[in-house]
């Protein structure tokens, strides 16, 4: 069975950093797109950034471009955000997710996901 595990959540003050990490498993990596999402109660889920694990195509949202890095470490099979000058709308639950799709439907067609990780930015 599929394992995703995010970390490194937590509250900092706008303009802050943080760093998430998602341990993955039981995947063959190279098929699949991997990235982020975040949602807040009661909104719509919304793409933060993707990565194929296979070369170095990335997406990212108009909101993050700039700010934040999607990556990934193949020897340890995680896949990381690094996300700067955070501001209070990025106050959300990140996933990390996985999905065979790289583009535009990611969203629609995750195949894994995990549990998520909350981030909570102050003014």
């Known amino acids: 069975q599929v394992h995703m595990e995010e970390s490194g959540g937590g509250s900092v003050q706008a303009g802050g950093y943080l760093r998430l990490s998602c341990a993955i498993s039981r995947l063959s990596f190279d098929d699949y797109a991997f990235g982020w999402y975040r949602q807040n109660p009661g909104k719509e889920r919304e793409t933060v950034a993707l990565l194929k694990w296979s070369g170095d195509a990335t997406l990212y949202a108009d909101s993050v471009k700039g700010r934040f890095t999607v990556s990934r470490d193949n020897n340890k099979k995680t896949l990381y955000l690094e996300m700067n000058n955070l501001k209070p709308e990025d106050t959300a639950t990140y996933y990390c997710?996985?999905?065979?799709?790289?583009?535009?439907?990611?969203?629609?067609?995750?195949?894994?996901w995990g549990q998520g990780t909350l981030v909570t930015v102050s003014p």
């Open positions: 997710a996985a999905s065979l799709v790289y583009g535009g439907s990611w969203l629609k067609s995750l195949d894994a």
